[in-house]
């Protein structure tokens, strides 16, 4: 890895350069409007997990908006691939963001080219292990968010306020909760199972098309757990037999606690069907077979 890059590398829509350097257009659409899509991808041993599964998600959420990617889509995948190879990073995170580009601040669309920039950066996971292996507490929240979640935007501001707020108050997270259905978390989507069944917010625009969330329910069906794409009040989700939540970075975590009630009296080490699913899907992205 060349010493430049040890603690990652930037793309800023022309060239690669140190974290430290990059720099974009006071005026970008990013900055002044959150006019934009993102993804972040997962890179294990020097690999990417669901790399095109992805970059279709990333397309989808760009014809949502309008937005006009400034490369095609082989292209986009070979930046990405010249980022990973620069960074010299095994285990990495790869954020992508397109904006609608830079121009004077107004409201219409402008005309001006998207702007594509990236990083990849090193993953710490030892707090992540940690929460994987402990279990998570989570509050509940209003879902104060626009209805097309489903749409992977840059605007975040509600998530990091609820996010913030559960950390304040002594959480690991939020959960957000629309006319007392569960949604997801403020970055992570959630299931719970009960009974043996697994339990999950159809994948409607109320939420994020997760992933990680569609690689576990492939992972639930093979293993002849049952899956119901159903949404459950706060009630079902306190008292379930199990509950967890699902994202690229954290992966499968278990939830312990929600508000002030504890889910098996927070003995996470019997969440039979979230540790088998931990197992399987470390397995799938470490390429081991399981037998």
Request: charged letters at 25%; hydrophobic letters at 40%; proline letters at 4%.
């Amino acid at each position: 890895m060349p010493d430049d890059y040890r603690d990652g590398i930037a793309f800023d829509g022309e060239k690669f350069l140190r974290l430290d350097e990059a720099k974009v257009p006071l005026e970008d659409r990013a900055h002044q409007f959150g006019d934009g899509i993102y993804e972040v991808i997962r890179i294990y041993q020097g690999a990417f997990f669901k790399l095109e599964e992805h970059m279709k998600r990333f397309e989808r959420s760009a014809q949502a908006i309008s937005l006009t990617l400034p490369y095609e889509m082989p292209k986009i995948v070979e930046l990405i691939e010249k980022a990973h190879e620069l960074s010299g990073l095994s285990e990495a995170a790869l954020y992508i963001q397109v904006s609608r580009g830079a121009a004077r601040r107004d409201h219409p669309f402008p005309d001006a080219v998207a702007r594509l920039t990236m990083t990849v950066r090193p993953v710490k996971t030892e707090s992540t292990s940690a929460l994987r292996h402990q279990g998570q507490r989570v509050k509940t929240t209003e879902d104060i968010r626009w209805s097309w979640c489903y749409i992977k935007s840059l605007n975040l501001l509600p998530n990091v306020l609820m996010k913030q707020r559960a950390l304040d108050e002594g959480f690991h997270d939020a959960i957000f909760v629309r006319d007392g259905l569960v949604t997801e978390g403020t970055s992570s989507n959630i299931a719970i199972v009960r009974g043996g069944t697994l339990y999950t917010h159809p994948a409607n625009q109320s939420i994020l098309h997760g992933i990680t969330r569609q690689v576990v329910l492939e992972l639930a069906r093979e293993l002849c757990i049952p899956v119901v794409e159903l949404a459950f009040t706060v009630d079902e989700l306190k008292e379930a037999d199990e509950a967890f939540t699902m994202s690229t970075i954290a992966e499968i975590v278990p939830i312990r606690q929600v508000n002030e009630t504890y889910i098996r009296n927070g003995n996470v080490d019997e969440f039979v069907v979230t540790r088998l699913l931990q197992k399987h899907f470390e397995a799938q992205h470490r390429g081991i077979l399981m037998k």
